[in-house]
């Protein structure tokens, strides 16, 4: 499968054109400096692709490494929205904070996911550059998050990846399947000076990682860059580590500045969350994928429907042309043969209609499911959400979570005032709430109007 990926540097743009596999393999690149030239390689290589894959590789990106319990994906968007001042100490009102949930561990009931925050700036001029090529964003990867991916692929290791490119270097370190640290910094004088800061850096961290985990060291440094500067610092760091240091490569597919694709061949393992601030302008859908689903439903039983009508209708109307055509011509028996027939198809399509008039009703009972679902998640407090819900014909079990730590008497009044207020099912009396200060869940059985009351 080929795919476009158009890359973001502080220095440069440079657009790929892939196909992936088992291993990625690059049938072209090009550095572009405007539209014209990104629509000139694809017209040079005949692509009639309208999505491209975006890595940002900025040096002002922030990326942090967090581990938190498994939670639902509302429930993580919440977090980062609410957290996120806490884990950068930038200007909220210049960038984009977006997340990516990388491993989730369900024994430890622990998960753990990079938190990425983005000039905002930057984000927009990409949008901007994206529709002067005419394609859209199908996928945002952040460099540290490919960096880090290649770490991770030392499965239940401790590793380090370290990435360097000319007076900047990155260094990824991860303990089993999850992130332990990710930092960037750039180096300062001439080479030789600027390769001993960055040895000194890499130095620390790992110094860190030991005292962080009881002695613990780290088993193997990869480092990712051009050949002089990789191999320069493979000594300097030989003489003070004793594990495994190679310069990666890739199964001989990528050349040497092409290497951080190979993160990229962890995507169908990677658990992807919600784009929040990242997400291209107007490619969120709205809809839950449980009313796509009734909607796609309802759909299809109504073109089932309009087929099997005009269908008999038009067989029933050819016969009966073809009968008063042909009398005069024919004998009395083909006559009572083509009646026969007709009365037959007849009785199936009032078979038919039985069945049509059933299935017309299924339609409606859906529209009107997804009416009162629309109700119900429309008009319950922002604090409170769906943790589960039983669906019958006589109503709904629901049970409700407070998406803060714990609820009040007062929240859950607030919810049975706003179902109250729908008028789609019989009215719930308060006196049947019993709720303290410090429950987490409660749930509703609300009836459908003409039932008995809810509880």
Known sequence: MKEVLIRFSNEYR????????RNSHILDSQLISSPEDARGFLQRNGCSIRKATVIL?????VVKGVTT????????????????????????????????????????????????AARKTKLREIWSF??????????????????????????????????????????????????????????????????????DN?????????????????????????????????????????????????SGRLAKDHEYLGGMQRESEVILGKQLDYAYPGSRCQSTPFCRTMLHRIAAMTILTVLFQAGFLGLEKLVLSNLEADT????????????????ELKEKASELEGDISAIEGMENEDRNLVGKLYLIQRSIPSNIGIDSIAISNSGMDIMFRMKDSTGSTLDAARLVLA????????????????????????HLKLKYRGDENGQ
């Open 14 to 21: 440079e657009i790929l054109l892939i196909r992936k596999g």
């Open 57 to 61: 590789d900025d040096e002002n990106t």
């Open 69 to 116: 319990p498994v939670m639902k994906p509302k429930d993580i968007e919440g977090f980062v929205r609410t957290n996120s001042q806490e884990y950068f100490a930038l200007d909220q009102s210049e960038h984009s904070v977006d997340y990516r949930v990388i491993a989730r561990d369900r024994k430890s009931n622990e998960m753990t996911m990079i938190l990425a």
């Open 130 to 199: 994206l529709e002067g090529c005419s394609l859209t964003a199908a996928h945002i990867f952040i460099m540290q998050e490919l960096q880090m991916n290649l770490a991770l692929s030392a499965n239940g290791r401790s590793s380090a990846t370290v990435s360097i490119s000319g007076s900047r270097a990155s260094i990824s370190i991860v303990r089993g399947k999850g992130l332990f640290l990710q930092a960037s910094f750039e180096s300062e004088g001439n080479d030789s000076e600027g390769l001993s800061t960055i040895t």
């Open 202 to 250: 890499i130095s620390y961290y790992l110094n860190f990682y030991s005292k962080q985990n009881f002695g613990e060291t780290v088993e193997m440094i990869r480092i990712i860059g051009d050949k002089d500067s990789s191999q320069g610092l493979k000594k300097a760091l030989e003489l003070s580590f004793d594990g495994k240091i190679s310069i990666s490569e890739i």
């Open 328 to 343: 005069a011509h024919v004998s009395v028996e083909e006559v009572s043969a083509a009646e026969a027939a007709l009365a």
């Open 419 to 442: 179902i109250n207020e729908t008028l789609a099912f019989e009215p719930v009396q308060l006196s049947f709430l019993e709720m303290d200060d410090s429950i987490e869940t409660f």
